[in-house]
Structure formats: structure tokens, C-alpha cells
Nanobody
Framework: QVQLVESGGGLVQAGGSLSLSCAAS????????MGWFRQAPGKEREFVAA???????FYANSVRGRFTISRDNVKNTVYLQMNSLKPEDTAVYYC?????????????????WGQGTQVTVSS
């Protein structure tokens, strides 16, 4: 059974940093695209960042230069380092994977999803 578990969310002041992790289990993920999405109250789930199975990296314009996605295939884990956080980054952050994925920016591009972790940025 595939399972994705996010961790690292919390409350931080504007300008601060948080590091999210997503540990995957149940299959080998080294050939998966792994992505991060977020969803704020009343809004649709939106793309944040993705890393394809062959190392391509993609960011939403709103986070480029502030967030960094990385992966450790030995640990089956994807990370999201978030710096210079803004109140508008407040959301539930989800990780997702897609076998042999290319790092798509839409939720339908991913088959497996975690339960999410809350990130709150205070002004």
C-alpha cells in the first residue's frame, strides 16, 4: 500500500523559514515525479514545485527563488525548503507522486497523495 507522510509544517513569522519532508513507502519512488501542492481555505489546490523522475525541477512563479525542492531516492523522501515566507504562503501543503512522471503542474498529473501538513505564516 502506497503511503505518503508529510511533516515539518507549523507556524512561522513572515520572513522566516520552514522545511517540509514527505516520506514515501509502499513502492520504489526513484522513477517517480514528486511534487508539492498547497491549498488555502476557499481556494483550489495549486502547484508549488515538482521534481521529475529524471531530475527536472519546476517551480510556481510565486515561489521561485524562495522555495527549493529536492529528493533523496535512498530515503524515498522529497523535501521542500521554504525561505522568505509570506502570509500568502499559508496553506495546507500536500506532496504527491506519479510513476515516471515529468513533474506536471496540475493535481491530475499525480496518482498518489499525502494527507497534508499545515503551514501558517503570520504577518
Amino acid at each position: 500500500q502506497v503511503q505518503l507522510v508529510e511533516s515539518g509544517g507549523g507556524l512561522v513569522q513572515a520572513g522566516g523559514s520552514l522545511s517540509l519532508s514527505c516520506a514515501a513507502s509502499g513502492r520504489t519512488f526513484s522513477r517517480d515525479a514528486m511534487g508539492w501542492f498547497r491549498q488555502a481555505p476557499g481556494k483550489e489546490r495549486e502547484f508549488v514545485a515538482a521534481i521529475s523522475w529524471n531530475g527536472g525541477i519546476f517551480y510556481a512563479n510565486s515561489v521561485r527563488g524562495r522555495f527549493t525542492i529536492s529528493r533523496d531516492n535512498v530515503k524515498n523522501t522529497v523535501y521542500l525548503q521554504m525561505n522568505s515566507l509570506k502570509p500568502e504562503d499559508t496553506a495546507v501543503y500536500y506532496c504527491a507522486t506519479e510513476p515516471y512522471g515529468l513533474g506536471g503542474s496540475t493535481p491530475r498529473s499525480y496518482r498518489y497523495w499525502g494527507q497534508g501538513t499545515q503551514v501558517t505564516v503570520s504577518s
